[in-house]
């Protein structure tokens, strides 16, 4: 199997010392049972972490922990890293098992956590303040985005509810369709003086978020 790490590297703008600890922390426990990069993720994860609570803490100094929290949740989790390895097209450089050597699509679980993974391996190799670098320059973006986030919509529109109509909002599952493995659900959500809005999800927590995101669009408090 022929990688061109230097790509990847060139992509980070990072030049490992230790090019077997690059191969290692993008190595799936599937293509290699005993040297894989299940370790390094969990030390990728920690270090991502300490990176970006620390960027919030000097970006929002004056914000509530819980806002704090919550944006914290939004930058670190699956969903975020993926969309990271995406950019920098971390798939193609991750080893898993693939006994007829095909071009197959890998799991996006495997390629977010990669990305942890990755972010462990320039720890290692280059050191906290190399890391905190490349952090930064792959979320800034998302870092950015996260000004205008500042509450779930869920969690807002409880808040509005509870305020003027001294009630929660009233979600309803209006249907699950689809495989098991890749459903799709249907909720919607009223408030007392309002018609039910609808939201579609792969789950039925982010189908009830976009109906409280298509509530808030809509309403006039």
Sequence with gaps: MNINY??????????FKNLDLLIHSL?????DTNKNNEKIEFLGDRVLGLVIAKKLLEAYPDEKEGILDKKFASLVNKKTCLEIAKKI????????????????KIEDKIVSDGCEALIGAIYLDKGIIVAEKVILNLWKNKIKESVVTQIDAKTKLQELALKNFKKLPAYKLISNTGPRHKPSFKVGVKLPNSKYFFGLGKSKKEAEQNAAIACLKSIRL
């Design 89 to 104: 097209n971390l798939e193609k450089f991750i080893l898993t098992f693939n006994p007829k050597n095909k071009k197959i």
């Design 27 to 31: 190595t799936h426990k599937s293509f």
């Design 6 to 15: 230097q790509d990847l590297q060139k992509k980070i703008n990072v030049k």
